[in-house]
C-alpha cells in the first residue's frame, strides 16, 4: 500500500493515513467500487480470515496495456477485448444461487 503515495497529492496522503475498517460478519459480502482503495489491516484474532474477492468488469472493457493484467495469466493486448478462460462473462440469467454463509 505504500506504493500509492507515489500518485497522491499531499491532501491525500493525509487523508489516507486514517484507513477506515469495513468489518463484515459472516457470510456478508460487500461491494467495492473501482474509486476504492483495499487493504487488510492485521488479523491479530484467534481466528483465520476467510474470504474471496471477485474482481467483475462491464461486457466490452478493452486493455489498455501491453503487460499482463494478473499475475501469471497471458497478457491481453492493448486495444483488445478483455476476454477468455481468466475473464469470463457472468450472467444474471444463470440459475446458480451464490451461498456466502458457508
Avoid at 500509492?4 to 491532501?11: D, G, K, S
Avoid at 495469466?73 to 478462460?85: H, L, M, S
Amino acid at each position: 500500500m505504500t506504493a500509492i503515495n507515489a500518485v497522491l497529492n499531499e491532501e491525500q496522503r493525509r487523508e489516507f493515513q486514517h484507513p477506515v475498517a469495513v468489518e463484515l460478519k459472516k457470510g456478508e459480502p460487500r461491494s467495492v467500487i473501482h474509486a476504492w482503495c483495499m487493504d487488510h489491516f492485521a488479523n491479530h484474532s484467534d481466528h483465520s480470515r476467510r474470504a474471496t474477492v471477485i474482481n467483475v468488469m462491464k461486457d466490452g472493457v478493452r486493455s489498455a496495456s501491453n503487460d499482463p493484467l494478473l499475475q501469471g495469466i497471458p497478457a491481453i493486448p492493448a486495444g483488445e477485448k478483455v476476454e477468455g478462460r481468466f475473464f469470463p462473462l457472468l450472467s444474471c440469467s444463470s440459475r446458480a444461487v451464490l451461498n456466502f454463509s458457508k
